[in-house]
Structure formats: structure tokens, C-alpha cells
T-cell receptor, first 114, second 114 residues
Framework: GNSVTQMEGPVTLSEEAFLTINCTYT??????LFWYVQYPGEGLQLLLK?????DKGSNKGFEATYRKETTSFHLEKGSVQVSDSAVYFC?????????????FGSGTRLQVQP | EPEVTQTPSHQVTQMGQEVILRCVPI?????FYWYRQILGQKVEFLVS????????KSEIFDDQFSVERPDGSNFTLKIRSTKLEDSAMYFC????????????FGQGTRLTVV
């Protein structure tokens, strides 16, 4: 079945540091890939997505590139802010095989210190 | 900006009681979902709903659970005979028709079974 593996957290960074959160996936079809963010006390918000190989999703300074050869979708940001502190979830759906539901990774907590 | 709304935000119930969690999806969306997140764990898919019927469900979604779209706007999750292990955050989500469309999540209902 489909699965998503994320790096363990928490990740603690100083403001303006470079961020990478690793995500790899296993899927039977040709999945769509997503990063969702959960701020404290809030629901899940879509951060970015990519739907085919070599696509780059980007939003709010965050980027992730769909790498089919390494089955990866790592999240990066060049300079994090305190306001980026949240839990980040990598997820996939596999709609071309009839599976629209999201399969989530375990989440990575990011703590950014001033 | 359109959003998914969930009520109540927090529900406390006695073990063995029935609860109904309510959601109003985004108005032009056609797919509806329920997910849950047990504290500290990953977000898990429960069920998806399209065209007035269940389109996918996970092994978690057993006979204890049911979903309904009682009118043109609401989407409900009913949990019968609640157990302590049903305590979790329950998220409703919706998405547009289309192969690679993303899901938009509500703020969640925290269910506590005592």
C-alpha cells in the first residue's frame, strides 16, 4: 500500500536558518504530493503541492520538488521565521488508481527560536 | 475565502454514548472526507463521500461509524457506542471534482470520551 515517511522531529532552528524536512513515499500509482502545515491549535492548511515528476510546489518561501527517481518530496525554506513554528505533514494521494484520500506522514514539528 | 467549518470545536461524551460531529464543506466541493488524529500521532483517513455514497473507507471505519449528508450543506460523522480510544481530533475536509485537487480542512472537533 501507499506510505509516507518523514524525518523525526522536533527540528529546532534559529531564525533565518535554512530548513530541510525530508519526505519519501511509496505508492502504487503516480501520486500527487502535498505538504500541509498545522499551526498550534489550528487545523491543517495546504502549504504546497506537486502533481507530476519534476514539478516544484512553492508558497510563502517554502519549496518542494517532486522527485520520482528518488521517490522524495523534501520541504525547504531558505530563511525561517519564528512564525514558521508548526507541525509539517507530507502527504500523498493516488487518484489515478482511485485513491483520492490522503496518506499522511507522521509529521515533523519545527521550532524556530529568535 | 471559503472555508470548511466544523461544530462543535470540543465535545466531551461518556463512554458508550453516541456522538455526531458536524461539518459544512466548501459549497462547490463534491468530495467530502473525515480524518482523525489521535494525540501525538499521525493523521489517519476514515472515509470519503461522493455523490451521496461512500467512495473509500479505511479499516478504522467499521460498523461503529457512519456518515451522512442530510441536506445540501451539512456532512456528519456519527460514532455509536463511543470508546475511550475514540478520543481524538476529528477533521472534516472537502475537495473539488478533478484528479489532482487538494483537500481543504476544517479546524477540527476534539472528541474526549470519558
Amino acid at each position: 500500500g501507499n506510505s509516507v515517511t518523514q524525518m523525526e522531529g522536533p527540528v529546532t532552528l534559529s531564525e533565518e536558518a535554512f530548513l530541510t524536512i525530508n519526505c519519501t513515499y511509496t505508492a502504487t500509482g503516480y501520486p500527487s504530493l502535498f505538504w500541509y502545515v498545522q499551526y498550534p491549535g489550528e487545523g491543517l492548511q495546504l502549504l504546497l503541492k506537486a502533481t507530476k515528476a519534476d514539478d516544484k510546489g512553492s508558497n510563502k518561501g517554502f519549496e518542494a520538488t517532486y522527485r520520482k527517481e528518488t521517490t522524495s518530496f523534501h520541504l525547504e525554506k531558505g530563511s525561517v521565521q519564528v512564525s514558521d513554528s508548526a507541525v509539517y505533514f507530507c502527504a500523498l494521494s493516488d487518484p489515478e488508481t482511485g485513491r483520492r484520500a490522503l496518506t499522511f506522514g507522521s509529521g515533523t514539528r519545527l521550532q524556530v527560536q529568535p | 475565502e471559503p472555508e470548511v467549518t466544523q461544530t462543535p470545536s470540543h465535545q466531551v461524551t461518556q463512554m458508550g454514548q453516541e456522538v455526531i460531529l458536524r461539518c459544512v464543506p466548501i459549497s462547490n466541493h463534491l468530495y467530502f472526507y473525515w480524518y482523525r488524529q489521535i494525540l501525538g500521532q499521525k493523521v489517519e483517513f476514515l472515509v470519503s463521500f461522493y455523490n451521496n455514497e461512500i467512495s473509500e473507507k479505511s479499516e478504522i471505519f467499521d460498523d461503529q461509524f457512519s456518515v451522512e449528508r442530510p441536506d445540501g450543506s451539512n456532512f456528519t460523522l456519527k460514532i455509536r457506542s463511543t470508546k475511550l480510544e475514540d478520543s481524538a481530533m476529528y477533521f472534516c475536509a472537502s475537495s473539488e471534482f478533478g484528479v489532482h485537487t487538494e483537500a481543504f480542512f476544517g479546524q477540527g472537533t476534539r472528541l474526549t470520551v470519558v
